[in-house]
């Protein structure tokens, strides 16, 4: 088998790269596309997460931020910048040591999760906690890039960004051999469905993974792509409800952005795809959380387990059956015509983005999590312990 090289070699014709495009890389993509059966025969589904925490900072930004630096390196920038809500300065802290580049990060002050704070500081970024929220940041960091071009934006507002997330949907239809019914994803600042749209359109366009052929129903060969589920904090859910969040608020971080950048983005590829957007309660989220961890062993962060959490509720509300739909941007939209499924035994066969490592925010972990329990180091008590007594 060749070696993984990163998502740009990989693939290199899907990307706007060139052979003289310095490629900054840790290597990132190729992540597990792991079958979740008991979750998923719980909840109805034939379902599969696709694990974006074993990236090498731990989240999906990497494959977005190999992009974004490598093409700032190539244009010649003398650093580089970004607001986060702690991914991506993650992402770019890392990036942009292996580039040799100064990196600034400028984060909400106390709304980042320890881990992604700690990634920043160890990979050398100059780290900039501001007494404002994401969106504020965000405001700032766009206008300094526009009065300085020699300094390179870095969120996802830069075209490069999205163009390396695309990947991950390449990813699935690798992995999967053909398309899911569905693909549920955490939305904070919309970038990242945005990107899954992109990719699972040009890879259809390409011709890859198209259903070879339809004989009993004589239907002409082509790719059926999956609807998109975009799920988002109640707290934070400007692209269910409408509107903008001047103050928002979840326990997962990650997705406390109340002006999504590629808004319109998003909703274009949620309206296209024939998908919607919900929200879920921060109790959900946890839930899910939890729910994924101890069913699946799988320990993806709190904001990433909304795509889990999501389709938890839509389960239970029958969506699948096509008895809920759901909202785009304000406006409620029916639930999907029933089409064949693909999955195992004709369940919907669908991908839950888990965006990050659960690792990233190991406060919230220990919060929910029972408490250990303590023994001095006495081999009866143990024994009585493990043994029930
Ligand atoms: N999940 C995680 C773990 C994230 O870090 C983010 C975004 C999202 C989901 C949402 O993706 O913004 O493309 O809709 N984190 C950004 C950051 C905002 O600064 O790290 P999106």
Redesign the pocket.
Known sequence: MARWQGVIRQYQRFLPVSEATPVVTLLEGNTPLVPAPRLGAQLGLDLYLKF?GMNPTG???DRGMTMAMSKAVEAGAKAVI??????????AAAYAARAGLPCFVVIPDGAVAMG?LAQALMYGARTIQIEGN?DDGLRLVRRLAQEHPEIALV??VNPYRLQG?KTAAFEVVDALGGYPDFLA???????????YWMGFKEYAAAGVGAVESCSSSGAPAGAVLPRLLGIQAAGAAPLVNGGEVDDPQTV?T??K?GR???RQG?IDAVRESGGAFWSVTDEEMLAAYRRLAATEGVF??P??C?SVAGLIKLSENGYFEGRAGGFIDGTQVPAPEHRPFTGRGGRPKVVAVL??HGL?DPDTAIRVSVRPEKLPADYGRLERLVLGG
């Open positions: 974006e989240s999906f930004k970004c607001a986060s809500t702690g991914n991506t300065s993650a992402a992604k994401f969120n996802s997330q994803i955490p939305v904070g600042n919309a970038g990242n469905i945005t990107a997962g990650a997705i952005i999504p950048a590629t998003a993806a962060e904001a990433s909304a965006t990050g990233k």
